[in-house]
Each structure stands twice: as structure tokens, then as C-alpha cells.
């Protein structure tokens, strides 16, 4: 049977159509599967196709997922979106004129509205963006999991190791029981007759409290032969 880690982690890029996909995976210990993704706002809609695609491949652990997608050098750079910059200047105009409002609408606000600058690949089609997302995205994935099986592998070693390793310390446990009780008795008789203390050895309750205390310490030597 073999054994696979929680831990681990890939990483692949793939560049294709003016566009440079960046793709991370990590994981690490947690009993269900959870996946997280981090990815360009503007990309948010793939998410569910992300997160499934990783349900596909991994069935336990907590899963980080970071996709970035930028445009290869020579790319237009940041784009301006003329036709949705003229509907907000519209609608803030109406808006201003409506409640009596000064017309200083500027052109740095206007850039930082949502959807007028778009930033580099972001213009490309999502669907084709996608493809490009999933093939980094599977890449990486194989990678984490090849991470996983090695890990695995490393410890099944080492929890065969520590196995062998308690068998025999349970041999020799066996082999020595049978006389701890008598030598750590005669042991205790030793000690007490250099301590110089006289008892008599015909003594029964001597006897029963040097049986008792032989008994209760062969106990807990077992622990640490």
C-alpha cells in the first residue's frame, strides 16, 4: 500500500497568443479538500472551472492555487476603454446636473473607475485564456502531486524503519521480562544490606513490602530496558 504526503507543490507557465500564464500549487495537511485560488480580478469567472479542475485531481488537503496572466514583452501594454469611459461621463454628468452637483469630473478619477483601464492580457477572450489557464494548471498540479508521492515514499521508508526497530526492542523486552522481578529484588537486598540496615530476611512483612516494591519497579523498568 503505498503512502502519499499532504505537502506539496508545482509550478508551470505556458505561453501562447500574446500572453505569458503563470500557474502555483500548494498544499499541506487537512483532512477534507480545500481549494483556494488567487487570480486576476478580472478573471474571477473562471474560478469554479479552477476549482473543479483541482477536485478532479487531488481528494484531500488544503490546495492554494495563485494564477497569474500577463502579456509576453511587445504587448499594447494597459488599455483604455473608450466606449465605457463615455458611459460613466454620461452618467456622472446626468447625475451631477440632476442634483445641482459642479461638473469636475477629471481624467485620473475617471481612469480609476472600474472597467476603463484594463491591464496587459487583459483584453484577450476568456475562453482562450482558459485553455491556456487549464494546461499550466494541470502541469502544476502533476508536479504537486509528484511532490506528494515522494514524500509519501519517505515516510513509509521510515515508518518501516521504526517498525523494524520496535519488533526487535520487543524481542528483547520478551527475553528479559521473565527476570526482572528476581534481579531487581536482589538488587533491592543488596542495597538495603549496604545501607547497613538490619532486617530480618524471615520477616513476612519485609518479604511482602520487598515483593510489592520488586514488583512495582520490574513494572515500569520494562519501559526502559
Not at 506528494?148 to 526487535?168: F, P, Q, S
Request: one cysteine or more.
Amino acid at each position: 500500500m503505498s503512502l502519499m504526503s499532504m505537502t506539496g507543490y508545482g509550478d508551470a507557465e505556458v505561453k501562447r497568443h500574446g500572453l505569458h500564464v503563470e500557474v502555483e500549487t500548494g498544499s499541506v495537511n487537512r483532512r477534507q479538500l480545500e481549494a483556494r485560488v488567487s487570480l486576476p480580478r478580472h478573471l474571477s469567472v473562471l474560478e469554479a472551472r479552477i476549482i473543479e479542475t483541482i477536485q478532479k485531481r487531488v481528494s484531500r488537503g488544503a490546495v492554494n492555487c495563485t494564477v497569474r496572466v500577463t502579456a509576453v514583452r511587445g504587448g499594447v501594454g494597459p488599455v483604455i476603454n473608450m466606449e465605457q469611459a463615455k458611459r460613466y461621463i454620461g452618467a456622472i454628468r446626468k447625475a451631477g446636473k440632476r442634483l445641482g452637483l459642479k461638473d469636475d469630473c477629471t481624467t485620473s478619477m475617471l481612469m480609476g473607475l472600474p472597467g476603463v483601464v484594463t491591464g496587459e492580457g487583459e483584453d484577450a477572450e476568456t475562453e482562450t485564456v482558459w485553455k491556456l489557464i487549464r494546461q499550466a494548471l494541470e502541469k502544476s498540479l502533476g508536479g504537486m502531486i509528484g511532490m506528494r508521492r515522494r514524500e509519501g515514499a519517505n515516510l513509509r521508508r521510515e515508518l518501516v524503519h521504526r517498525r523494524a526497530e520496535l519488533r526487535r526492542n520487543l524481542v528483547a523486552i520478551r527475553e528479559l521480562a521473565p527476570t526482572v522481578k528476581e534481579r531487581y529484588s536482589g538488587e533491592l537486598q543488596q542495597r538495603i544490606a549496604r545501607a547497613g540496615v538490619e532486617v530480618d530476611p524471615s520477616d513476612d512483612r519485609f518479604l511482602k513490602e520487598l515483593a510489592l516494591f520488586a514488583e512495582d519497579g520490574s513494572a515500569r523498568r520494562k519501559f526502559f530496558l
